[in-house]
């Protein structure tokens, strides 16, 4: 399995930047998928995950109202659009899929994202 995320660079506080992850080596319409992140020095933590059809979505609430999580099973990729960002978003983004019901797998090394004030 492969996760392959891009879309990360340097932006400014109140800018926007959409992630793309792209999958292979899965059933990719069969799992839930997620965004993850970690800053500098810190533990990486959950930031928004959907479910198999895209109907059901969750945000940690640090990012909610301000990221949208989507997918695209025909592609095999989900996104992470991202606006009015905040120098506190700034960190190293990985996509990843739910595993064995609470589990995360991730596969790739994720895109950094630096946000400047």
């Known amino acids: 399995v492969q996760l392959v995320e891009s879309g990360g660079g340097l932006v400014q506080a109140g800018d926007s930047l959409r992630l793309s992850c792209a999958a292979s080596g899965l059933t990719f319409s069969r799992f839930v998928m997620g965004w993850f992140r970690q800053a500098p020095g810190k533990e990486r933590e959950f930031v928004a995950s959907?479910?198999?059809?895209?109907?059901?979505?969750n945000y940690a609430d640090s990012v909610r109202y301000r990221f949208i999580i989507s997918r695209d099973n025909a592609k095999n990729s989900v996104y992470l659009q991202m606006n009015s960002l905040k120098s506190e978003d700034t960190a190293v983004y990985y996509c990843?899929?739910?595993?064995?019901?609470?589990?995360?797998?991730?596969g790739g090394q994720g895109t950094l994202v630096t946000v400047s004030s």
């Open positions: 990843a899929r739910k595993w064995g019901g609470s589990d995360w797998a991730f």
């Open positions: 959907i479910s198999t059809s895209g109907n059901n979505r």
